[in-house]
């Protein structure tokens, strides 16, 4: 007994079609009447927008099928079709490589943002509004630092990164003292799960609908 696996089969250029679609569009080639195969070929289209509905949000969604059909068909279909053919040549073109950013991070647990902010805080003029960018730098290297090496870190070392990163032109504001290793990395407080989670005039109302019964069974007896 023999199987028949997809393996075995002739790759699907549209996968999204299904093999029926691609069986059906092979059987069409094999049609000699023009005009028969033509009909055939505008019926596998509409079946094909039924398949992709999607693509009735793209503009000129019924080109796109007409393309999709010649792409199916390995560009070897004789039909009238309204649009013009695709070109093979671009679809069968490699993409260009994405460039990537290939300068060398001497601090990789930092990443990037950290050394542009360092930059911008060294470049800003003696203040509090500096003060206060140089602390939160500080707070963040440590997390930094604490997510890419799970132990314990001295905070002289991530003053020490940061005089380096800078080139010792940003020093530690006075009577500053980083936060501990707990308090940066404790999980978000969850709210408090009270008997009733409504707005005040939600409660209010409900308690207000509970008097109102009270009186009218009373007032029914």
Not at 38 to 49: D, E, K, L
Request: charged share 30%.
């Amino acid at each position: 007994m023999s199987f028949d696996y997809n393996t075995q089969r002739k790759r699907m250029s549209l996968p999204e079609y299904g093999r029926n679609v691609q069986k059906m569009i092979e059987h069409i080639k094999t049609i000699k009447d023009p005009e028969e195969r033509n009909q055939a070929a505008r019926t596998i289209i509409q079946i094909m927008g039924n398949l992709n509905p999607n693509l009735k949000e793209v503009t000129d969604f019924k080109h796109k099928l007409w393309d999709h059909l010649m792409i199916i068909a390995d560009f070897n279909l004789d039909v009238d079709s309204p649009y013009p053919g695709p070109d093979r040549t671009k679809l069968d073109a490699k993409p260009n490589k994405v460039p990537y950013h290939n300068g060398d991070i001497k601090y990789a647990h930092y990443g990037q943002i950290v050394p542009a902010l360092i930059e911008a805080a060294s470049n800003m003029e003696d203040g509090d509004e500096k003060s206060y960018l140089t602390t939160l730098i500080l707070n963040q290297m440590k997390k930094d630092y604490l997510t890419w090496n799970k132990a314990q870190v001295a905070d002289e070392i991530i003053i020490r990164d940061m005089m380096a990163i800078s080139g010792d032109r940003l020093k530690v504001p006075e009577n500053f003292r980083m936060p501990d290793v707990r308090d940066l990395l404790a999980p978000p407080k969850s709210k408090p799960q009270g008997r009733y989670q409504g707005r005040p005039q939600d409660k209010y109302k409900g308690q207000q609908n509970k008097m109102n019964k009270k009186k009218y069974k009373s007032s029914s007896y």
